[in-house]
C-alpha cells in the first residue's frame, strides 16, 4: 500500500475571529488547506494550512507581515513545521460527524447515512468559514430560530449577516421554504463556501450570497426591510451595527444576535434597546450567549 506524502504545517494565532479574512490568504501557500478553530474559549482563534512541499519560511512570514499591516495588528509568530504522513481525509472524516440540534440534523458531506425522520437536514462542509453547528453561538442561534418558528413568525423575507458557513441562511430557508433569503460576509473565502453550501442543500433558489460589508451595500439594501435578522458575529461589531440593524427590520421584527461571550451580553443588549429594540429571549449555552431581539414602534 502506498504510504500518504508527509505534509508541512503552517500556524499563527490571531486576537480574535474578526482578523481570519486578513490572514488566510498569507498561509494559503501552494493550495493550502486552511482551517480556522477557536482557542481559549474563543477568546483567540488558531489558522491553520497544511501543503504538501515545504513552504518558504520567508516568504510566508512577510505575507503574514504584509496581512498584519492591513488588519492593524501586530505581526503573529509562524510556526511552520512537518508532521507525520497520515490518511488526512479518513482522520477528518472521523473527527467530523453528524450533530443533531433541536429539529436540525447537521451532516458533512462525507456522511453516508440518512436524515432521521422528522429532522431538517443541512449538509455543511465548514472550510474556514465559521459556522458548523457544534460551536455554542452557532447552536444558540439554530435553537432561536427554530423557537420562533414554533412561534408561528411569518418570515417573508430573512438576512443572515456575516454568514460564514450560511448555516443560519440555510436553517432559515428550511424553517420558512417561502422566504426570501439573503447572506452575505466581508470574507471572500466564506461567500465561497456559503455559495458551494447553499447550492449544496438545494437552496439556490431561496438563498443568495453576496460579499459585502454590513448594512450599507446595495445587496442588503435591495430586500429591506428584513423580517428577521441573524447575525452571528462578535459583541463590538454587533454594538456598531445596531441603528442599522434597526433600520433594516419591519416593525415587530426580530434579531438574532449571538457570537456573544455572556459577559458582553449586557452591553450588546444595552445597545439594542438604545435602537429601539427589546429584549425577547436569551440562550446561554457554555460561555456564549445568543440574544433575540424585538424592534419596537
Request: hydrophobic content about 45%; charged content about 20%.
Amino acid at each position: 500500500m502506498t504510504q500518504p506524502a508527509p505534509v508541512w504545517r503552517i500556524a499563527i494565532e490571531l486576537p480574535d475571529r474578526s482578523c481570519i479574512g486578513s490572514f488566510d490568504g498569507a498561509i494559503d501557500f501552494d493550495g493550502a488547506v486552511v482551517t480556522a478553530q477557536e482557542i481559549e474559549g474563543g477568546l483567540r482563534w488558531s489558522l491553520t494550512g497544511y501543503c504538501a512541499g515545504e513552504p518558504d519560511r520567508t516568504a510566508v512570514e512577510t505575507r503574514v507581515a504584509i496581512a498584519a499591516a492591513s488588519a492593524a495588528i501586530d505581526p503573529p509568530a509562524v510556526t511552520i513545521e512537518e508532521i507525520p504522513a497520515t490518511d488526512w481525509v479518513a482522520d477528518y472524516q472521523s473527527r467530523t460527524q453528524p450533530v443533531t440540534i433541536g429539529g436540525f440534523f447537521v451532516f458533512p458531506s462525507h456522511y453516508q447515512g440518512t436524515v432521521p425522520e422528522g429532522l431538517a437536514g443541512i449538509k455543511l462542509d465548514a472550510g474556514n468559514a465559521f459556522g458548523t453547528g457544534e460551536h455554542e453561538s452557532t447552536f444558540g442561534c439554530l435553537v432561536a430560530l427554530e423557537g420562533l418558528r414554533n412561534k408561528e413568525l411569518n418570515v417573508e423575507r430573512g438576512l443572515d449577516m456575516g454568514c460564514g458557513s450560511a448555516i443560519l441562511a440555510i436553517a432559515m430557508a428550511r424553517l420558512w421554504p417561502s422566504a426570501t433569503i439573503v447572506a452575505v460576509d466581508n470574507d471572500p473565502h466564506s461567500v465561497r463556501t456559503a455559495t458551494e453550501n447553499v447550492t449544496d442543500n438545494g437552496c439556490a433558489g431561496a438563498v443568495g450570497v453576496a460579499e459585502c460589508e454590513g448594512y450599507g451595500s446595495a445587496v442588503v439594501e435591495a430586500r429591506t426591510p428584513y423580517d428577521l435578522i441573524a447575525a452571528n458575529i462578535l459583541a463590538r461589531p454587533l454594538m456598531d451595527m445596531a441603528p442599522d440593524a434597526a433600520s433594516s427590520l419591519t416593525i415587530g421584527g426580530h434579531a438574532i444576535l449571538s457570537g456573544i461571550l455572556s459577559e458582553q451580553a449586557t452591553m450588546v443588549q444595552d445597545a439594542y434597546e438604545r435602537a429601539g429594540f427589546a429584549p425577547s429571549d436569551r440562550l446561554d449555552i457554555g460561555k456564549w450567549t445568543t440574544l433575540v431581539l424585538t424592534l419596537g414602534a
